[in-house]
């Protein structure tokens, strides 16, 4: 554990340095009025070290990662024989990620690990929603994607330098890479000319540990047990670091292993209510007689769904580095990064609804009920067929970083650095469903009055017609994988020169290289009919013996709700095994008799190469006028030339390739200005050109269409990037080395959304409707963020261990989206997917005398999921607002043992979804509480 030790004779007299709220603000106000100009000095010792930031650990530059800045507060530290106060774990994560964000450039906001292995949360994205202005999405109950000030294009960065999952994005899935292996997180809010270009809502960059970060040979390790309550299941994890540096005749040398091997498992049950029609013929609204007037329209849904999965995640990563300093102004250094990410899911969908596509036959009228303006309450529906399949999804996602580079002084003032890497990745998905329906129709119940919807089906003649595998045949087989590759080279280049006084401090450039390719291959998707077919006859369930049983889920919903009763489904072991098996069974459906596994095509090809070169030039600088400042000005200027490969697939007509370049020029300057008010307050300024480059899967050339009905749908080549214009202001209070308030405030002035829209395109002299993305319309995000941090050092004896972290995040939106609709059909404007308006963090800590505990509530407004999911005609679906808290509780046994518990949804939060209106719920769903225990060592 890293652990500053000061003398305990002075522990009442430096607690008194933050004795009251009175005492700070006297102190404020005498330094606010006195007479001499603020020099743009840090006022601690752990701060009088150069900014780490400056010197390398920022986004994009090259240079030794790791928790710095917590190795240099140690250092100075340590040094200072006067100094009192003991500071370890989340104290010292709290001090050093204040450092980092008082002393960088730019606007960003730190994390960094409690101890080795030990972030805050132990996933990466539940750890960065505590910070003020991102909003995540979860995967199965765990944090998957985020978005940074309302924007979901957010660039993702490991020391530095490009990481990402293959796919059709641009970004690392967060949910691949596992914490242990972390020293801390940068979330970059704003850019400077020297960061490399793409986070148009953020850059978040993933630091690992170094070889010299630590002062003496170093090993640690954990061990982990986590039980998923709903899943009723345990998993173990491990994690490892070894470290040590020696002096040779050679110089000095140091070499780092780290890996990380976690386990977990989790379940979701959800029901839904969807889709919802407008419709006539059902209610005499007017009292006419008559139930086909407009004005008797009602809106009614036309069928539900109950829906189970269980699953396992695996994560393994690795982190090697060797760092060599031959000579006291060169260092030579190389790092590998591994991640290893396997996602397995079985589950069940059970869908009551119209065959066909045509909507369900209402029951008697006397049986519904409506609120005042129309909006279904309850009611039956008759000539309801039920559905259903077993599933299973999995994914396999493996990415390697190789990387090396040196930093050279020739003298004092100039510093050379070079990069280079390279990164390698590659992604395949599995889907396989086996369906299954009832021959005859049943009677729906609804009752949506409740917390939870009521629901219910009552078979043909008897109660147990559900349950009967003569009344059910097999429907169909889904059966589709998809497999990603990208790669891509990076060399970079720097020079910064530090002048001998004067206003510009350093004068920094740089020039950068990138060569990627990124293609993704999906299969014809697989679907055999197993019912209506002239060729063979329907298979009843119960013709094959073990391919059918009841729904195999106890305590659905927790027992709040009793979904759908009794039904039989294909059996989870089934479609978990061998799936060539099951392909074998209903092999007379199959075209000609034969089995074949959906193959990769030319025509669903989409290869993307993409060069990138550019350069930048930044300038730093400082006054120490009446009105003192400092900061940085630059710009970065980066060509983009993408080439994209497909296949024009008319229906029924030969495949034609495609290949399309497409290049831009971007320019983007930065300005950022720094006004330390006094000792203790600043202010930032800053003003950016910013840009997103579309994803992989938006460029896909791929285009299919139909010659009768001149429609077709495809990627779009041609897009352009996303480019915003940015303001930002900071205004900061650093009262205490762990305590700051700050309020902040952005604008970004969006060009380019994308969206798909049906557009006009000429295709041999004829004009097709061509559904695809565009460079759309233009939009504005602005908001504020508020946060406070502290922990109460002045209350006598044990109570000075309390702190508390607090912070508030306000984001408007105004981007219309093409593709939203509303019933019975007009166009709408939505706010940006993901975003919520409302979002706060409340944290309360206490940390003494070994003991450490950790209570945080996350809580985010309604914010839109999607305007495109299947089957709901383009109705904006919502995540209705919800909180989730969390609490892990840790003691010292030792000076280097310490053993931890902790909890995430401790509340069993109940997520739920609706069209827009709360008269329209559509799913409810609950995932798993996880408790878990850990043990770490550290010598």
Known sequence: MNRVKFRSACVLKALASGASALAIVSAFTVAASAQQAPAIVPDTAEEVAPSPIDQGAQAGTVAPSGDVANANANANANADADADIVVTGVRASLRSAQARKRNASQIIDSIVAEDIGKLPDNNVSEALQRISGIQIERNQGEGSRIAIRGLTQVRTELNGRDYFTAGDGRTISLEDIPSELLAGIDVYKNPAADVIEGGLGGTVNLRTRMPFDFSKPTISGSARVTHHDLADKTKTSFSGLITDTYQTGLGEIGFLLNGSLQRGAYRTDALSIEPYQLRTGIVDRTGNGSTADAADAVIVPNGVGQFNNVGDRRRIGISAAVQWKPADNLEVYGQFDYANYKFNQVGYLVYPFGRGGAPITPGPASSFTFDENGEFQSGTFQNVFVEGNTYRSDRRSKTASYSGGLKFNPTSQLTLTTDVSYVDSRTKTEFFALGVGSDQPNTLSVDITGKLPVIGVTGVGSPSFLTDPANFSYLYILDSSSRSHNDQWSVRQDVEYETDGGFFTSIKAGVRYTKL???????????????????????????????????????????????????????????????????????????????????????????????????????????????????????????????????????????????????????????????????????????????????????????????????????????????????????????????????????????????????????????????????????????????????????????????????????????????????????????????????????????????????????????????????????????????????????????????????????????????????????????????????????
């Open 517 to 939: 390719n990124a293609v993704v291959e999906n299969p014809v998707f697989g679907y055999v009919d197993l019912f209506d077919t002239p060729r063979v006859p329907r298979t009843p369930l119960s013709a094959i013996p073990g391919y059918y049983n009841p729904v195999p889920v106890k305590n659905f919903f927790r027992g709040d709700a009793a979904g759908l009763g009794s039904f039989l489904i294909p059996p989870f072991d089934v479609i978990r095994g061998d799936l060539n098996a099951v392909r074998q069974t209903f092999a007379s459906y199959y075209p000609n008799g034969q089995v074949a596994v959906p193959e990769y095509l030319p025509t669903g090809r989409n290869d993307v190469s993409e060069q990138t070169i550019g350069g930048y030039w930044v300038a730093r600088f400082k006054s120490e006028t009446i009105l003192p400042f400092d900061g940085n000005l630059g710009v970065r200027i980066v060509n983009t030339k993408t080439n994209v490969a497909g296949f024009q697939t008319p229906s029924g007509g030969p495949t034609i390739p495609i290949d399309q370049t497409n290049s831009y020029t971007s320019v983007l300057p930065s300005l950022n200005i720094r006004f330390p008010i006094t000792e203790t307050l600043q202010l930032r300024l800053a003003a950016s050109k910013g840009l997103t480059r579309p994803d992989y899967n938006l460029l896909n050339s791929v285009l299919t269409f139909d010659p009768v009905s001149r429609r077709g749908s495809s990627g779009n080549p041609d897009l352009k990037p996303l480019r915003a214009d940015q303001l930002d202001v900071s205004f900061e209070w650093y009262f205490n080395k762990t305590s700051s308030v700050y309020a902040a405030a952005f604008y970004k002035a969006v060009n380019g959304f994308i969206a798909r829209v049906d557009d006009p395109v000429v295709i041999d002299g004829t004009q097709y409707q061509i559904n695809r993305p565009v460079n759309g319309a233009n939009g504005k995000i602005k908001g504020f963020e508020v946060g406070y941090q502290q922990f109460f050092d002045f209350l006598p004896g044990p109570l000075s261990g309390f702190g508390v972290q607090a912070n508030y995040t306000y984001v408007d939106s105004k981007a219309p989206n093409p593709s939203a609709g509303a019933i019975p059909g007009a166009p709408i404007s939505v706010p940006l997917e993901g975003l919520s308006k409302n979002s706060y963090n409340l944290v309360g800590i206490y940390e003494k005398y070994g003991l450490s505990a950790r209570v945080a509530y996350n809580w985010r407004d309604d914010y839109v999921r999607t305007t495109s999911a299947s089957g709901t005609g383009n109705l904006p679906i919502y995540d209705r607002a919800f909180g989730q808290l969390d609490a892990s509780i840790s003691y010292d046994v030792t000076p280097n043992i310490t053993a931890s518990v902790d909890a995430t949804n401790l509340l069993n939060t109940r997520r739920e979804t609706f069209f827009g209106l709360d008269s329209r719920p559509r799913d409810y769903s609950v995932v798993d509480r996880r408790f878990g225990a850990t043990l770490r060592v550290n010598y």
